[in-house]
T-cell receptor, first 113, second 115 residues
Framework: KQEVTQIPAALSVPEGENLVLNCSFTDSAIYNLQWFRQDPGKGLTSLLLIQSSQREQTSGRLNASLDKSSGRSTLYIAASQPGDSATYLCAAPVPGSNYKLTFGKGTLLTVNP | DAGVTQSPTHLIKTRGQHVTLRCSPISGHKSVSWYQQVLGQGPQFIFQ???????GRGNFPDRFSARQFPNYSSELNVNALLLGDSALYLCASSLGGRGSTDTQYFGPGTRLTVL
């Protein structure tokens, strides 16, 4: 069984600050790990997928890392903007599957102008 | 290109009723997954269908069922609705391969309220 934990549950930062969101998972035999963004009442937007063979993946101001041995992933957001305000979710598949995702509860990020 | 689409957007039902939710995947995607997200929680896996066959099922009662059509669209059916079924129901599509690069793309969801 896979369990995913995200810390902190909520984070408030001033605009322009760099920040790190944390995700931990219990079973490291995963194919990949995905980070998503969710705006209030909306669906999920895929941000980054890190394959198990990778240690990092970058998209614009976002950088995600994966350390399978410690069961941790981080999402780094550079130069945060008010438009980054949303809930960020990480999801790890159940081992042996690449589709049955287990999600954390998310980190609610607020970027203040 | 159109993303994942879901209908309806919102739905209000009463306890004991039945509901059908619909999902159309991204063009070229053969896999559809369904998730339930209650307020304040992360989504929970319900089903995955690939090439019209059920590939996986989460820990949900038999009141929940789904199917996938030849055009890869999918329906989620819930019978005998309970108040606890109130949630955002999310559909995700992917190519469906078994490799490590198969990204899941989510639709906007259907908000179900059971009164």
């Amino acid at each position: 069984k896979q369990e995913v934990t995200q810390i902190p549950a909520a984070l408030s930062v001033p605009e322009g600050e760099n920040l790190v969101l944390n995700c931990s998972f219990t079973d490291s035999a995963i194919y990949n790990l995905q980070w998503f963004r969710q705006d209030p009442g909306k669906g999920l937007t895929s941000l980054l997928l890190i394959q198990s063979s990778q240690r990092e993946q970058t998209s614009g101001r976002l950088n995600a890392s994966l350390d399978k041995s410690s069961g941790r992933s981080t999402l780094y957001i550079a130069a945060s903007q008010p438009g980054d305000s949303a809930t960020y979710l990480c999801a790890a598949p159940v081992p042996g599957s690449n589709y049955k995702l287990t999600f954390g509860k998310g980190t609610l990020l607020t970027v203040n102008p | 290109d159109a993303g994942v689409t879901q209908s309806p957007t919102h739905l209000i039902k009463t306890r004991g009723q039945h509901v059908t939710l619909r999902c159309s995947p991204i063009s070229g995607h053969k896999s559809v997954s369904w998730y339930q997200q209650v307020l304040g929680q992360g989504p929970q896996f319900i089903f995955q269908y690939y090439e019209k066959e059920e590939r996986g099922r989460g820990n949900f009662p038999d009141r929940f069922s789904a199917r996938q059509f030849p055009n890869y669209s999918s329906e989620l059916n819930v019978n005998a609705l309970l108040l606890g079924d109130s949630a955002l129901y999310l559909c995700a599509s992917s190519l469906g391969g078994r490799g490590s690069t198969d990204t899941q793309y989510f639709g906007p969801g259907t908000r179900l309220t059971v009164l």
